[in-house]
């Protein structure tokens, strides 16, 4: 069983920068996709950022040129830095783990950006 767990979420200023970071547990084997995705108050969740194990990245729209996702194979962690910051990036931002057959996701963290 595989476990995510995000950590870097908080309140930050418009303009400002933040650094999520998500640790699966246990052992993954073959290709995987690691990603974040949000969801804001009364909205749907929607995808910011993936990655594949093989380095192939993708982003929303809204977040392209601001927000930059990376992942360390070896530690099974993945990172977003997020910068200039905007009100509307204000959501639970959850991690998410994608095998062949099977998904994880984490529990969620805060992120908070005042105006």
């Known amino acids: 069983q595989v476990q995510l767990v995000e950590s870097g979420g908080g309140l930050v200023q418009a303009g400002g920068s933040l650094r999520l970071s998500c640790a699966a547990s246990?052992?993954?084997?073959?290709?995987?996709?690691m990603g974040w995705y949000r969801q804001a108050p009364g909205k749907q969740r929607e995808l910011v950022a993936t990655a594949t194990s093989n380095g192939r990245t993708t982003y929303a729209d809204s977040v392209k040129g601001r927000f930059t996702i990376s992942r360390d194979n070896a530690k099974n962690t993945v990172y977003l830095q997020m910068n200039s910051m905007k009100p509307d990036d204000t959501a639970d931002y959850y991690c998410?783990?994608?095998?062949?057959?099977?998904?994880?996701w984490g529990k969620g963290t805060l992120v908070t950006v005042s105006s």
């Open positions: 998410n783990l994608r095998l062949v057959n099977t998904e994880y």
């Open positions: 246990g052992t993954i084997f073959g290709f995987n996709t």
